[in-house]
């Protein structure tokens, strides 16, 4: 949700916050004094707060405080469940709800910049509790009620900043959590992809020998057919050109690969790190070939490999050797 909302312009998303909002105060119960409910929109606003810390909360909820009391309004104007004036005073004690909720949640919350957790959810409890208080009073004609009351008010406040945390820190944590699986996997991925540039970069290597050894060759032949025939010569001379530009050539692509895969990056793995990257690696490839093969680990002590490139090279050729050997 977070993520989504976030795409969108800050205005955008402000009215998005007050439609459903708007919509979410229509699930309610009342309570306590005529005109006083205990709805569902301030559970639904502090989710909202917390993945949008860009947004000023003043704004927000002004456009809130327009929304969703005056759709409250009309619906009740519609239906003549009251009359005009109780109306106007519920749409009234409604706006300064959610006026008292955005100034609280800005003095004692956004302005600080220092945010946390722990500071959020008391703030969201200072705001409702402190809201709720605002519009009973104006509800009730600025008479305090008893003891009762206050609990009441507090006891409320705190069950729907419980669940509304609850909600929006478990969102967090699990989007969390698979964040990070998502980085595991393409850092498992990365050791993969190195161990195979890593093969390949020493058979490049290999030909790179060759082709100096050819070069030299060439070279030699040049030097010994100057004096028997110098069209051939001269061939000779520009096959050990070629063989220089296609050397050249290799050697760009290997610094180019070296760059892009820098072996420097992990240092040193555990044998249990290794087992478990060539074993997922081989365990996706089997299930996109639609093999009928289980891979099992089974490691009896730990190691620290230093050369961890080569033993995964070398564990995966073992397995998929194995594999395409099984498919035969």
């Not at 946390?116 to 004609?141: P, R």
């Not at 507090?154 to 929006?168: G, I, N």
């Not at 989007?175 to 980085?183: D, S």
């Amino acid at each position: 949700m977070d993520y989504q909302l976030k795409s969108a312009g800050r205005e955008q998303r402000i009215m998005i916050a007050a439609f459903w909002i708007a919509l979410a105060s229509q699930i309610q119960l009342s309570a306590l004094v005529p005109g006083f409910i205990i709805a569902l929109s301030p559970l639904i606003l502090p989710i909202f707060l917390y993945f949008n810390t860009d947004l000023n909360p003043i704004p927000l909820t002004l456009t809130v405080a327009v929304a969703s009391p005056v759709f409250r309004g009309i619906l009740m104007l519609v239906s003549q469940q009251s009359s005009p004036q109780q109306i106007w005073l519920y749409t009234w004690a409604d706006m300064a709800f959610y006026i008292m909720y955005g100034l609280i949640y800005y003095w004692f919350y956004w302005r600080r910049g220092s945010w946390n957790n722990a500071t959020f959810f008391v703030t969201i409890v200072l705001c409702d509790y402190g809201a709720n208080l605002l519009e009973v009073s104006i509800l009730n004609h600025w008479q305090v009620p008893n003891l009762d009351f206050f609990k009441i008010i507090f006891a409320v406040a705190l069950l729907r900043t419980l669940a509304s945390c609850l909600l929006a820190f478990g969102y967090h944590y699990f989007a969390l959590l698979l964040r990070l699986e998502r980085h595991e996997q393409q850092y498992y991925d990365f050791i993969m992809a190195a161990a195979s540039v890593k093969n390949e970069l020493y058979f490049m290597q290999k030909n790179v020998s060759e082709l100096e050894r050819i070069m030299k060759n060439a070279y030699l032949l040049n030097d010994e057919l100057q004096v028997v025939n110098h069209a051939t010569s001269n061939r000779a001379l520009a096959i050990a050109r070629d063989v220089h530009e296609v050397k050249k050539d290799y050697q760009n692509v290997m610094r180019g690969l070296a760059a892009s895969f820098t072996m420097e990056r992990v240092v040193t793995m555990r044998l249990t790190e290794i087992i478990r990257v060539v074993t997922e690696y081989a365990r996706r490839v089997i299930f996109d070939r639609q093999l009928d093969v289980v891979i099992q680990e089974k490691i009896e002590g730990e190691l620290v490999i230093v050369e961890h490139y080569a033993v995964v090279t070398i564990l995966s050729n073992l397995i998929f050797n194995s594999m395409d050997a099984l498919s035969q």
